[in-house]
């Protein structure tokens, strides 16, 4: 099988091309300012960079490929960079997603797309909404959040219209190994610093915000399914299944460090507008695919830690 993964320099791209490598599938991945570094990448991967906000470049790397599977990763998916640059973002996520539809319907291709759409399209939710399901209203609280809706609703528009077999993924907070500039990324590097003497205190945001938690190597075979057994023109949330206040998060990772440090609120780590509370209810996903999670929440912030402890 031929895939074809945009975004492959990114944090969820690598992990997901070393998914279908072990499945002996011919893997070509997309890269623009990755941010992982490329050598990590397994080089039996084919990669080729691409904008893909360059229609025609863009049709040339698809009329290569011809796939079978598209993975769309490709985005600028950082909310605090979407406030600083909302255009570039909206382009992106908005145009680029444009751009790989109209290609696929141009160049006349059959592939079953997975669109890597975000919970931060739901936006504000209360205690007594969560889990949230996939008939809750959108009222995205940053531009980021509102390129995502933007890119769910062009995903199902071509669906509608042309017949494309798109399944569009609501992917929650995510993590493990090699993430960057999340909040379990950055206080386990932290922690790190902190051991190997680079830090004195460990700077924080808000504490008080709730999230769930997905291993990385749990969501990428929910990819696998999504395309496997979702139903085509279908969203789905892909949430981890335990909620967690981020003070308890970093308290289970101070239990797994020798270190001894002063906890410090930084105000440059408060965004201008934070979920209170993020959940999702996954039922439809694993009703429709059989998708569980497996990887408990020791194993990912302990895996990152030593990620870290080679790295820094």
């Known amino acids: 099988m031929k895939i074809l993964i945009t975004g492959a320099g ?41 904008d893909v906000r360059d229609k025609s470049r863009f049709s040339w790397v698809l009329d290569k490929i011809k796939p079978e599977r598209i993975y769309h990763l490709a985005a600028q998916s950082l909310p605090t960079v979407s406030w600083r640059d909302p255009g570039y ?118 504490l008080e915000t709730k999230r769930p938690i997905c291993d990385v190597r749990d969501l990428i075979e929910a990819f696998w399914l999504a395309t496997e057994k979702g139903k ?8 981890g299944d335990k909620v967690y206040m981020i003070k308890e998060l970093l308290d289970k990772m101070k239990a797994m460090s020798d270190a001894k440090f002063e906890v410090k609120q930084d105000k440059n780590l408060i965004r201008p507008t934070d979920e209170p509370i993020i959940f999702g209810d996954s039922g439809k996903f694993i009703k429709d695919t059989g998708w569980e999670q497996k990887i408990g929440i020791e194993k990912t912030l302990g895996d990152m830690l030593e990620y870290w402890r080679k790295d820094v």
Not at 10 to 25: A, Q, S, V
Not at 232 to 239: A, F, I, K, P, R
Request: charged share 25%.
């Open 10 to 50: 990114g944090f969820m791209g690598k992990h997901l091309i070393d998914f279908f490598l072990e499945k002996d599938f011919e893997v070509c991945g997309t890269y623009y300012n990755p941010s992982s570094n490329l050598s990590e990448i397994n080089e039996k991967a084919e990669l080729i960079e691409l």
């Open 89 to 206: 973002t909206m382009e992106v996520n908005g145009i680029g997603t444009i751009n790989l539809f109209e290609n696929v319907r141009s160049l006349n291709l059959d592939p079953k797309i997975l669109v890597a759409c975000s919970s931060a399209q739901y936006g504000y939710v209360t205690e007594e909404e969560v889990p949230v399901k996939e008939s809750k209203n959108f009222k995205p609280l940053h531009p980021y959040g509102v390129s995502k809706v933007c890119q769910e609703l062009l995903s199902y528009q071509y669906f509608k219209c042309y017949g494309m077999k798109s399944v569009n993924a609501r992917i929650f907070n995510t993590t493990g190994p090699g993430k960057r500039n999340d909040v379990c990324s950055d206080f386990t590097k932290r922690i790190v610093e902190i051991e190997k003497g680079k830090r004195e205190f460990l700077p924080v945001g808000n």
């Open 232 to 239: 085509v023109g279908e969203s789905y949330n892909l949430s």
